[in-house]
Each structure stands twice: as structure tokens, then as C-alpha cells.
Antibody
Framework: QVQLQQWGAGLLKPSETLSLTCAVY????????WTWIRQPPGKGLEYIGE???????TYNPSLRSRVTISVDTPKNQFSLRLTSVTAADTAVYYC??????????????WGQGHLVTVSS | QAGLTQPPSVSKGLRQTATLTCSGN????????AAWLQQHQGRPPKLLSY???NRPSGISERLSTSRSGNTASLTITGLQPEDEADYYC???????????FGGGTKLTVL
């Protein structure tokens, strides 16, 4: 059973950089894609990007210019950086996991979510 | 902006059957199907069904999923108060090389 625990700053000013980290407990760190997904207040889910244990990344094309996802495999952690934030980046940010190598896979495991508010 | 299309809301009575739909295209739902997630207010989403229509361990047999062409469906029978939630579909989009989500359907159990 995989458990995800996430943390990071909750209040940012416009133009600052969002930084979140997610720690993985249980399961095999190499067996999953480690994903960031966000949800603006009252709205739906948006894929930000994902990384595997080797550091190979995929990003949402609409966010690619501002996003970096990195991994620390020895610590079983992965992180999100989003630069030049605006109010539109205010959202609950989730870390999640989906199985590598399975066409049928989906996001089995989710972190508890972390509200990030961007306000001057 | 959602990549998949879901009706914003569905209302059904207690113990009735609700069917939620999710429309995509041949690059996402039509290729390998859609997964379904349930989200209660203030909670993270919970996976209800994989893209091959199999349920994760512990998910009620009252839930079933299917796909016809580019449209996926989630059917919940014998609706209970705890089924009242937001439901999202998701799929990998092979043209975008990214996961896409539906805008969500709010299911109300009357």
C-alpha cells in the first residue's frame, strides 16, 4: 500500500515560485509514475506533470514553460516547482501515483492535498 | 479547460440507478478507455475504476464502467446517500502526451 505525504508553502505572492514536495511510503518507488495534479477552488482536476524514478518527465503542454518536476530516489521523494505564479495558480495541489508499464493504469494513490494561495 | 466532456450534474433518487458519461476522442477515451474517480467535498479523489473497467480492491460492486467508441460510462446501482459526490473521468491523451480529465459531474442523491 502506497501512502503519499506532501508539504510546502501555502501562501505566495504573484511572480514567486511555488515549491512542493511529496514523500512516498510503502510500495516500490520504481513501479510508479509520480504525478502532480491541481484543482482550483470549486473547479475540476488539471494534470501538471509526472516523473519516474529515473527522472524522466512529462508535462502538461500548457504549463511546460513554468514547471519542473524532480525526483530524489534515495529519499523516495519527488518535488514540484512552478515559477512566476499568478492568482490563476491558486489551487489545491495533489501528488498522485499511477503504475508504470500498464496501459490500463490510473491514479491509484493520492496525497492529502495542499492548498496554495497566490495573493498580493 | 477540461479535455473530456462530462455533464455538470445528475440527480437521482435513493436506490435508483445513475449513469454518468464521459466523452473524449480517438486519442484518449477511444484509444484505451477512461478511469473514474470519486471526490467528496474537501477530500482527495479516490479511484473507482481503471481504464480497462476493472475496479480496485474494496470498490463496491454497485459500480460498473463501460466504453462505447469515444464515450465512457459509469453506472451506479442502488444509490445510497454516500454516493453523493463529484465524479471525474481521466484518460491518457496520446496526441498531447498528457493526462486529461473531465470537468466533473456532481451526483445528487435525492
Amino acid at each position: 500500500q502506497v501512502q503519499l505525504q506532501q508539504w510546502g508553502a501555502g501562501l505566495l505572492k504573484p511572480s514567486e515560485t511555488l515549491s512542493l514536495t511529496c514523500a512516498v511510503y510503502g510500495g516500490s518507488f520504481s513501479a510508479y509514475f509520480w504525478t502532480w495534479i491541481r484543482q482550483p477552488p470549486g473547479k475540476g482536476l488539471e494534470y501538471i506533470g509526472e516523473i519516474n524514478h529515473l527522472g524522466s518527465t512529462t508535462y502538461n503542454p500548457s504549463l511546460r514553460s513554468r514547471v519542473t518536476i524532480s525526483v530524489d530516489t534515495p529519499k523516495n521523494q519527488f518535488s514540484l516547482r512552478l515559477t512566476s505564479v499568478t492568482a490563476a495558480d491558486t489551487a489545491v495541489y495533489y501528488c498522485a501515483a499511477n503504475l508504470v508499464g500498464a496501459d490500463w493504469s490510473a491514479h491509484d494513490y493520492w496525497g492529502q492535498g495542499h492548498l496554495v494561495t497566490v495573493s498580493s | 479547460q477540461a479535455g473530456l466532456t462530462q455533464p455538470p450534474s445528475v440527480s437521482k433518487g435513493l436506490r435508483q440507478t445513475a449513469t454518468l458519461t464521459c466523452s473524449g476522442n480517438s486519442n484518449n477515451v477511444g484509444r484505451l478507455g477512461a478511469a473514474w474517480l470519486q471526490q467528496h467535498q474537501g477530500r482527495p479523489p479516490k479511484l473507482l475504476s481503471y481504464r480497462n473497467n476493472n475496479r480496485p480492491s474494496g470498490i463496491s460492486e454497485r459500480l460498473s464502467t463501460s466504453r462505447s467508441g469515444n464515450t465512457a460510462s459509469l453506472t451506479i446501482t442502488g444509490l445510497q446517500p454516500e454516493d453523493e459526490a463529484d465524479y471525474y473521468c481521466s484518460a491518457w491523451d496520446y496526441s498531447l502526451s498528457a493526462w486529461v480529465f473531465g470537468g466533473g459531474t456532481k451526483l445528487t442523491v435525492l
